[in-house]
């Protein structure tokens, strides 16, 4: 048997991918063209040399410290600066949509060459909460996921079925910290000499996936995406019910729709056989496979879908085919990445709410309303009770003026020497 076998992983996006960099420009950073349809990402040795060039370098530096933008100072020196001089001193250009509105920009991950790509790590982890979602009793020991659920449990029960107990700092203190065990009772420290053996079973799992970093991606498929939240109000006024929407003022840096993703997803079988005796790489993936497609559906049954009429039939609610572009026909498709949403990094609705039925859910649904309104205060997430949908906001994005949930991508996983082939 070998010792490891590998297999391409590609996805391919359907909607708008953000995996971020950690880092956001403001219009003090960024240029957007006259005609509203770039944004240029300027090369800062090539701009301080057309400023010096042009007698502009100290004017510049005065009016960006009084919070002049790019867009501002360039539009007060037209007459100096032609466009094509402004666009020869940019690294990389980026295509806007007409529903461009922000003020900040986030950046996409980027490797030393410049080039957008995806860390092997973002998608492990996204294998890896999808595979205890499904897998959960397949995985974990029953005195595991005993003692999680009661962790959870307690959590739960700590906020009144409504939502609106209120909490001290230091009791929700302890509250954070208890949520922070509860999740160690599943996802042992990889490091922990003195795990036990149901958690080195766990541990050989997560070291038999292995995922190398993307390949570069062409840097001309990112775009700027406009943030949008939407969300009804009220929830459960179907007839003549609306689909509001909120720009939060943010702008996203992602690849485009119909962006190509490539990975190399490696089994270690040695581990894998530690974990379960006798399973094969192939059977491995088949996990991974149906992980990542019901863990999907999941998310739609417990929260995507209760933003929709239920009946079609019911023209005047809306419809999903309506309100969002990234529609998937067919064939193996996830959620992704950044701006996903709270559900998509959370075990406790497809873990709590599908063992246990409703009555469970509606728990839920006041614990984490309560858990978000504390840590968002702003949002109004209390609300989620009567709404019975929490987080009660769908996070979405604008591309080419289409309104598409984040991160939607189809995903294809071939033997190594196969997919080479079809290449």
């Known amino acids: 048997m070998a010792l490891f076998e590998n297999y391409s992983f590609t996805l391919t996006t359907v909607s708008p991918l953000r995996v971020g960099s950690g880092e956001k420009l403001d219009g003090k950073q960024y240029y957007m063209t006259g005609d509203k349809k770039k944004i240029l990402i300027l090369d ?23 919070g002049v933008t790019l867009e501002q100072f360039f539009q007060q020196n037209s007459r100096v600066f032609s466009p094509g001089e402004i666009e020869q001193a940019a690294l990389y250009s980026l295509p806007v949509s007409n529903q ?59 906020y009144r079925q409504d939502g609106r107990a209120e909490f001290t700092e230091q009791q929700w203190g302890r509250l954070d910290r208890a949520l922070l065990r509860a999740m160690k009772i599943l996802v ?58 909120n720009n939060p003022g943010i702008l996203h840096e992602s690849l485009i729709p119909g962006t190509e993703v490539r990975f190399r997803l490696s089994i270690d079988c040695g581990c894998l056989a530690r974990f379960r005796e006798g399973m094969t790489a192939a059977q491995c993936v088949e996990w991974i496979r149906d992980a990542l497609n019901t863990f999907r559906e999941q998310q739609d049954f417990y929260f995507t879908d209760l933003f929709f009429a239920e009946d079609k039939r019911d023209t005047s609610a809306p419809q999903r085919d309506r ?46 309303a309560g858990l978000l309104d504390k840590q968002f205060w702003g949002d109004k997430h209390r609300n989620d009770v009567d709404l019975r949908v929490s987080p009660h906001k769908l996070k979405c994005v604008y591309y080419n003026d289409q309104r598409y949930l984040m991160g939607h991508c189809l995903f294809a996983i071939e033997p190594e020497r196969a997919a080479r082939k079809l290449r």
């Open 44 to 66: 800062q040795r090539k701009l301080i040399d057309l400023l010096v060039r042009k007698g502009k370098l100290d004017d510049y530096t005065d009016q960006i410290q009084q």
């Open 188 to 245: 042992p420290d990889l490091s922990d000499k003195n795990a036990s053996p149901e958690q080195k079973r766990v541990i050989n799992l997560l070291r038999a996936i292995r995922i190398s970093d993307s390949e570069p991606v062409d840097r001309n498929r990112l775009a700027a995406c406009c943030k949008a939240d939407a969300y009804i109000e009220p929830r459960r006024s179907r007839y003549g019910a609306q689909m509001n929407e």
């Open 323 to 368: 309100v969002l572009a990234d529609r998937v026909e067919r064939g193996d498709h996830f959620y992704f990445g950044a701006g996903t949403g709270f559900v998509n990094k959370t075990l406790v609705y497809p873990i709590l709410a599908a063992k246990e039925g409703d009555d469970v859910l509606d728990h839920a649904i006041g614990f984490i």
């Open 100 to 158: 461009l509105e922000g003020r900040y920009l986030h950046l996409f991950r980027k490797d030393c060459g410049g080039q957008p790509y995806i860390p092997g790590s973002s998608l492990k982890g996204a294998i890896v909460t999808a595979l205890f979602a499904v897998y959960y009793e397949e995985i974990f020991a029953e005195q595991y996921r005993n003692n999680y659920e009661e962790a959870i449990r307690q959590l739960v029960r700590s």
